[in-house]
């Protein structure tokens, strides 16, 4: 593989040691590595380079200047669909749903073994393939005017989903496919055509990633109590906006 071509991995990690041995391993299968320390360096990359193309973060969860969490929420805040493996030697199970219901991809406990750092990470690039420049297409229009979806108010000013219990903030990626689906009603939308609209043309057909988001928008709206079934799942082949049917608390 071509350098220009070789897979480009951020890792944040202050353990300068163990940094570089991530780095090894990762030139070792012919990816590329670069390594921050720091929380604001990592930010100052991302805020300086919002084009580069970066395929995926193995980020550090307690940095010495900072937490991993929020640069993780502030890539997302930024349209960046960048696949995520949370690197921690924190054991707390709640710190774990934590950071994967924020939509990290998966999880590695320190300390761990090479082999299995490298299986998790070709097992995300494998079913998280994005864009060059590891950015989500933002379709959302400019004037972020707020629009229905279900039933439910969605404001893409504060990126909020109004629903009758209380507003609840979500990511951009969620946001884009709520906006998108309204804006196709009564359509028969490809699994290929929404994520091709959506990631890019360089996304990989094969992709779980749209259905994962889908599952995960259907389950918050399941816990505030509201039926999705204006949202159906054409069989094998993708899905259907259906406004008309009036949406009812569950």
């Known amino acids: 593989m071509a350098l220009a071509e070789k897979l480009r991995i951020v890792v944040v990690e202050d353990d300068e040691a163990l940094a570089q041995a ?17 929380y604001q360096d990592a930010l100052d990359f991302f805020q300086r380079r919002p084009g580069s193309s970066v395929h995926l973060l193995l980020l550090d969860l307690n940095l010495p200047d900072g937490n991993g969490l929020l640069l993780f929420q502030w890539l997302q805040q930024k349209g960046f669909a960048l696949p995520t493996i949370f690197v921690t030697g924190e054991t707390d199970e709640r710190t774990k749903i934590r950071s994967l219901d924020m939509g990290g991809d998966d999880y590695l406990i320190k300390p761990f073994g090479f082999a299995e750092m490298l299986s998790r990470v070709n097992a995300v690039l494998r079913r998280t393939s994005i864009p060059q420049g590891g950015r989500m297409n933002s379709i959302i229009p400019a004037s ?22 209380g507003a609840i903030r979500v990511g951009k990626k969620e946001l884009n496919i709520l906006f998108y689906m309204s804006q196709n009603p009564h359509q028969m939308l490809r699994r290929e055509r929404i994520m091709n609209d959506l990631w890019g043309k360089f996304i990989n057909p094969k992709s779980r990633s749209l259905d994962q988001y889908i599952m995960k928008i259907r389950k918050l709206f399941q816990e505030h109590n509201i039926s999705l079934a204006c949202l159906e799942t054409v069989h094998s082949l993708g899905y259907c906006y259906k406004p008309d049917i009036t949406y009812k608390t569950i």
């Open 144 to 165: 972020e005017k707020e629009f229905y979806f279900c039933g439910v108010k969605v404001l893409p000013a504060t990126m909020e989903i109004c629903f009758p219990s």
């Open 22 to 38: 991530i780095k090894r391993q990762l030139e070792f299968i012919d990816m590329s590595a670069i390594i921050f320390h720091l």
